[in-house]
């Protein structure tokens, strides 16, 4: 055995003994340890919490104490009667004899209507909390901070002349300056800690304690601690006096542990050594024969195989091992012999065995016994006409019978069945042997079943090479005649595939023309004055005119590509403008069919590059067109990337998905080419001619790119598009202006859209801005006091759910830092905003996003607000002023008038109040208005009836309508049928917000 890996069995025992009374020693010390730790741990924390109610308690009789001496000084005679009199120097006298400014405790009196604070000593003190305190007395401010540093505490009361209060008594402690101080500057481990608002202070310091809590020790008082990253103790949460604790530093308890670690190790060392000792004696007694023993083995194993002398020991089982390894040592020597012949026998590749005259196996080799697939004992019960077939069983007992009639070998070719069943051709050699006293066969079987398939194949390959000849030479004639007639065939084929695109190119053209002048002429014709029914008549044959018109347009521009005649443009675009161009062309048809629309640019994306933006626009209206087409409800999305390639042309990549119809899987590797839809049923449903992904295809194609579609698990197609186009160096100014005026400002995006206000701020943060985003008002960081948000634009929606946006920006105002933040509206309809110039003016919006969001409308809202130029739209460019009305509001409500006020105080509209139906109808005909607004509910005569004497009154004397628009709370269909019935022009459901009164009034005034 390899020296490396063996070990002496005097040392394994020595080892054994020595490991298992460390072990027991170990795990004896290990239990007294833990014991003994747990107690130390409890007493530690017993004392810690001794030491805390202890400095609790006498933190509260130091105040108790203080609060004591003030009311002995609030009810002094002597001080009354001074502050009644009015005179200072008895006033002082009296004061100074309350003086305990060494215990950090100073008293201060305040006349009533008097200005001068009379202080017990001449010490500076913080005169806005004593004057706090005097001016509003009773007070107290318990554990008040003063700026960064330590802590007062102050009480006062007032001084009484019987009933009348003639003057006010503080008491200030300041902790710094206290008895405390003296305690605790002594001690470096412990501290009296003070919890505000979440933060640990020093109580008589002052100083900040970053502490990170952990858990709770003892009984649920005490909690485990650190802070500074290297100093940990034990923290004692005070019940007397709340948010006071006492910190203790783990340092005691740790020395405590060194001193007992360093008493017991002396004992478990002399515990190991005893050990040792004991180990070596019993090894040496126990191993001392055995020795002995394995040196005879060493010899036996070395080759020397003689008798093994006889040791004795007093061990029995050593005795009987010796004798042991004697009789195998006579066994080894008589089975050498043996091992060798059958060594050769069994490692035999073939088949070896030995068999009688009846056929049966006397021996077998293993290896041979595998190669049929049967286990020994089967081969054992089997003879050998049974492992041949039944045709072959004759011959072989014919052969078998020459071998033992005559001596010599011979050798034959013999099949054998397998195991499995399969017929294995086998070489057989035999000759006769004398074995154990009579005559047998000793044969070899070589298994040649190989040799003889190939033999057997490569007979049938040259039979079929043979016939495959033949028939060559029979084709090679016919398939010479075929080619002719193939070539001669596709040569017509592009001649006619030619003749079509030019014909198709050439009557495109002149189609196009006279559509032209019906289009132009139905556009002058619409112009004119004409009916109802005419105007329907225009608009149907100016409408199919388009349509037809855009069929020859694909039509001419797949001509083009197949006569090869269509070029590209190799100019500079925006693709930020080209992108608006097309959400601002498809946002109509979306917006009807009230689908979810985006078109969204990577903000990473460069905003110019180089190529032909007509034929780019092209793709794109043709993939958007396709996909609002087939989609009824859900979302169509635009997405546009820029791979960053630093060398070479940029790839556009343009991916417009949809939640439509999708397409079947048998029509996805066709749907690209000419005339062909997604099934035939489209064709009447959605209508088309199956040209426009057709074009759009060979148009990316053109561009060196590609496209593919698939179908999207959640329901729907993605149609993506990638094409190369021009890297141009100078971007435009724009890009790089919008991030210096955005850079770190905050901004609050507020819509139910998580796709449109995601896209905002992705935009934003890149642009170096700090966005947040929310659905409504319960979003994270302005819904709590504690948390509120420094945004100082917000950018919301106009429509929230139900509501109108701009309702809701009263209450987000109030949960801002800033008072007055920018507003910019996100439109949730074709245009720039859903409201009129005059709402956006009065509620201070800045600018609007136009819908759908886009890259490039948000950049120009946000320069608007920012930049240094202003980019308005003809109506935003006119001066928007609201007129002078005159309203009646019939309102019952006191508090629904002041909230009337507070809505239309920045408009120049005046209000003229009635409490009931009979004042509104006795105002409305001793004055004019321009509207009233009329509270159905109200006492004696309601709104419904008052509306119709107004109405009355009006009709009597010839005077046109005025407008009277209902205010209530009853928002069922019956109830504004009423309304309606009764005389007035609208309903305002109750109850108002500020925008819904607005509208209402330019609504109903216009």
């Not at 180089?610 to 859900?634: E, V, Y």
């Not at 890149?766 to 948000?789: P, T």
């Not at 009154?953 to 709370?969: D, F, I, K, Q, R």
């Not at 007035?984 to 009164?997: M, Q, R, Y």
Request: aromatic share 8%; charged share 25%; hydrophobic share 40%.
């Amino acid at each position: 055995m390899n020296s490396a890996t063996s070990y002496k069995l005097s040392s394994l025992v020595a080892f054994a003994i020595c490991g298992m009374a460390i072990v027991t020693a170990l795990v004896l010390g290990s239990v007294f340890s833990y014991s003994y730790f747990n107690t130390l741990k409890d007493e530690y924390h017993d004392r810690v919490r001794a030491e805390g109610q202890e400095v609790s308690l006498e933190l509260y009789s130091f105040l108790h104490r203080a609060m004591g001496r003030l009311g002995e000084l609030s009810k002094d005679n002597s001080i009354r009667v001074a502050i009644m009199m009015g005179v200072d120097y008895p006033l002082s006298e009296k004061l100074s004899e309350y003086d305990q400014a060494q215990l950090g405790i100073d008293f201060f009196v305040l006349r009533q209507e008097d200005e001068r604070v009379f202080s017990s000593s001449a010490r500076p003190f913080n005169e806005v909390y004593v004057r706090n305190a005097l001016e509003h007395s009773p007070h107290r401010c318990s554990f008040c901070r003063i700026g960064d540093g330590g802590f007062l505490t102050v009480f006062s009361l007032p001084i009484r002349s019987r009933s009348e209060v003639v003057g006010s008594a503080a008491c200030m402690v300041d902790f710094s300056r206290s008895e405390l101080q003296s305690i605790f500057s002594k001690s470096d481990v412990s501290r009296m800690v003070l919890f505000e608002k979440g933060h640990a202070y020093d109580l008589l310091s002052g100083e900040s304690l970053p502490f990170s809590m952990g858990k709770n020790a003892g009984d649920g008082d005490l909690v485990k601690v650190s802070f500074d990253d290297d100093k940990k103790g034990v923290l004692y949460r005070s019940a007397l006096v709340p948010g006071l604790a006492y910190f203790v530093s783990d340092a005691r308890f740790n020395e405590s542990l060194q001193r007992t670690f360093w008493l017991l190790l002396p004992i478990f060392g002399g515990i190991i050594g005893l050990c040792v000792l004991v180990s070596l004696y019993l090894s040496s007694i126990l191993t001392r024969p055995l020795s002995s023993i394995t040196s005879s083995a060493e010899e036996i194993s070395n080759g020397r195989e003689e008798d093994l002398p006889d040791r004795g020991s007093l061990i029995t089982e050593i005795n009987a091992l010796g004798k042991a390894l004697s009789s195998m040592l006579e066994s080894l020597r008589k089975t050498r012999g043996l091992e060798q012949y059958q060594f050769f026998f069994d490692n035999v590749d073939d088949l070896v065995c030995i068999t009688d005259i009846d056929g049966f196996f006397l021996r077998i080799n293993s290896r041979g016994t595998d190669s049929l697939g049967y286990e020994y004992d089967e081969f054992q019960k089997k003879t050998i006409f049974e492992l041949v077939p039944a045709y072959e069983r004759d011959s072989l007992r014919g052969i078998m019978n020459s071998l033992f009639a005559e001596k010599g070998s011979r050798q034959f070719e013999c099949p054998v069945i397998a195991k499995s069943g399969e017929i294995l051709y086998t070489d057989v050699r035999s000759r006769r042997i004398a074995y154990q006293g009579r005559y047998v066969l000793l044969s070899v079987v070589r298994d040649v079943t190989d040799r003889k398939r190939d033999e057997e194949e490569l007979q049938r390959y040259a039979t079929e090479l043979l016939k495959a000849k033949e028939v060559e030479e029979r084709n090679s004639a016919h398939m010479a005649d075929t080619l002719k007639k193939l070539e001669e065939a596709m040569s017509r084929a592009e001649i006619a595939s030619r003749t079509k695109s030019e014909f198709l190119a050439q009557m495109s053209h002149e189609i196009r023309t006279p559509m032209n002048s019906i289009l132009g002429m139905a556009d002058m014709l619409s112009d004119t004055r004409l009916t109802a029914e005419q105007e329907s008549y225009v608009s149907i044959f100016r409408d199919s005119g388009k349509a037809l018109l855009s069929l020859i347009n694909d039509i001419l521009d797949l001509s083009k590509i197949e006569s090869g005649k269509l070029t590209l443009e190799d100019t500079e675009f925006n693709i930020d403008e080209l992108v608006d161009e097309v959400s601002g062309v498809m946002s109509v048809s979306a917006w009807k069919k009230g689908l979810v629309f985006a078109c969204h640019v990577d903000p990473l994306c460069p905003d110019r590059f180089s190529g032909d933006p007509t034929r780019i626009k092209q793709i794109l209206l043709n993939l958007l067109s396709n996909a609002i087409k087939f989609t009824d409800s859900g979302s169509v999305v635009v997405e546009i990337f820029c791979d960053p390639v630093t060398e070479g042309q940029p790839m556009l990549d343009m991916v417009v998905s949809d939640s439509g119809i999708g397409i079947s899987e048998e029509k996805l590797k066709i749907i690209f080419e000419n005339f062909v839809q997604a099934d035939s049923s489209t064709t009447r449903k959605y209508g088309g001619t199956g040209l426009g992904l057709s074009i759009t295809r060979n148009l990316v194609e053109m561009m060196g790119g590609n496209i593919s579609v698939r179908n999207l698990p959640s329901g729907g197609a993605e149609f993506r598009a990638q094409i190369q186009v021009g890297r141009v160096d100078t971007q435009e100014t724009d890009a790089s202006r919008i991030r210096s005026v955005m850079q770190g400002r905050e901004v609050l995006v507020v819509d139910e859209r998580t796709l449109v206000r995601s896209y905002i701020c992705t935009c934003l943060n890149e642009w170096g801005a700090k966005c947040v985003h929310a659905g409504d008002l319960n979003f994270a960081c302005v819904q709590s006091e504690s948390c509120r948000s420094n945004a100082e634009l917000v950018i919301i929606s106009d429509k929230l759910g139900e509501e109108d946006g701009l309702s809701e920006v009263e209450a987000i105002k109030a949960r801002l830092n800033n008072n007055n933040p920018m507003l910019c509206t996100l439109s949730s309809s074709p245009g720039v905003s859903s409201n009129s110039p005059e709402i956006n003016m009065l509620f201070g919006v800045k600018s609007s996003v136009r819908w759908p969001v886009t890259r490039g409308g948000l950049l120009k809202a946000m320069l608007n607000i920012y930049g240094d130029t202003v980019v308005l739209s003809e109506k935003q460019e006119q001066v928007l002023d609201l007129n002078p009305l005159r309203i009646l509001v019939a309102e019952d409500s006191e508090n629904n008038r002041i909230l009337f006020d507070f809505f239309l105080k920045d408009t120049p509209f005046r209000i003229r109040y009635a409490g009931d139906g009979d004042e509104a109808v006795r105002i409305y005909r001793e004055n004019n208005f321009d509207m009233v607004l009329m509270d159905i509910q109200m006492p004696g005569k309601d709104g419904l009836e008052a509306t119709r004497e107004i109405r009355a009154y009006e009709l009597g004397n010839g005077y046109p309508s005025t407008p009277v628009v209902a205010l209530t709370a009853n928002c069922r269909e019956e109830d504004k049928k009423l309304c309606l019935e009764a005389g007035c022009n609208g309903v305002l459901s109750k109850p108002i917000k500020k925008i819904s009164l607005i509208k209402g009034i330019l609504k109903y005034s216009s």
